[in-house]
Nanobody
Framework: QVQLVESGGGLVQAGGSLRLSCVASQNIFTMNHMGWYRQAPGKQREFVAVITSAGLTSYADSVRGRFTISRDNAKNTVYLQMNSLKPEDTAAYYC????????WGQGTQVTVSS
């Protein structure tokens, strides 16, 4: 069982930046993928970004060019740097880790005011 703990959410004005962190309870080097999803009120959870064990990344069209996912295997941590934030980025952000199964964190709230 892998425990994931997100942090770094908060309230920010449009155009601002936040960096989310996700700390895993065990070595993330064993995970095939680490990623971020988000869920806005009244909407389905959606993919945001993913990074593979080889360091390859992929992003949702809505965040490409503004968000950057990275990982620090030594710290068992995955980051999501979010720049040029928009009100439509407001959501609960969830960290995921996947090998044979997919693990989810409890989420951290990001609120972007206009």
């Amino acid at each position: 069982q892998v425990q994931l703990v997100e942090s770094g959410g908060g309230l920010v004005q449009a155009g601002g930046s936040l960096r989310l962190s996700c700390v895993a309870s065990q070595n993330i080097f064993t995970m095939n993928h680490m990623g971020w999803y988000r869920q806005a009120p009244g909407k389905q959870r959606e993919f945001v970004a993913v990074i593979t064990s080889a360091g390859l990344t992929s992003y949702a069209d809505s965040v490409r060019g503004r968000f950057t996912i990275s990982r620090d295997n030594a710290k068992n941590t995955v980051y999501l740097q979010m720049n040029s934030l928009k009100p439509e980025d407001t959501a609960a952000y969830y960290c995921t880790a996947q090998n044979v199964v997919t693990y989810w964190g409890q989420g951290t709230q990001v609120t972007v005011s206009s």
